[in-house]
Nanobody, 122 residues
Framework: QAQLVESGGGLVQAGGSLRLSCAASGRTSSSYTIGWFRQAPGKEREFVAAVSWSSGSTAYANSMKGRVTISRDGAKNTVYLQMNSLKPEDTAVYYC???????????????WGQGTQVTVSS
């Protein structure tokens, strides 16, 4: 399986922007899906966005649609999550994950990164 490493988290003021990166190494694939998820303290992990590596199809959670953009760079084996107009409720640990399922969007993800903290101050 691929190894995933997230970066780009940090502290930002409300209304600000951050770009998260998910670098893949090892068993990368031309047909997998990379997704972003987040988990806030005391809450369940929730889906944010996903991109199909082969087709470039994207999917977004309704709660963040219009404020986030997911993209991929094949040359760098990296997926980005651009987040704009951040709110304090966006504070969470953000994880990227890989799914080797052929269906779209995939029903589950098998490989996870270690996460990167995003904190939005009011």
């Amino acid at each position: 399986q691929a190894q995933l490493v997230e970066s780009g988290g940090g502290l930002v003021q409300a209304g600000g922007s951050l770009r998260l990166s998910c670098a893949a190494s090892g068993r990368t694939s031309s047909s997998y899906t990379i997704g972003w998820f987040r988990q806030a303290p005391g809450k369940e992990r929730e889906f944010v966005a996903a991109v199909s590596w082969s087709s470039g199809s994207t999917a977004y959670a309704n709660s963040m649609k219009g404020r986030v953009t997911i993209s991929r760079d094949g040359a760098k084996n990296t997926v980005y999550l651009q987040m704009n107009s951040l709110k304090p409720e966006d504070t969470a640990v953000y994880y990227c994950a890989a799914s080797y399922r052929s269906s779209w969007p995939p029903p589950d993800y098998s490989t996870w990164g270690q996460g990167t903290q995003v904190t939005v101050s009011s």
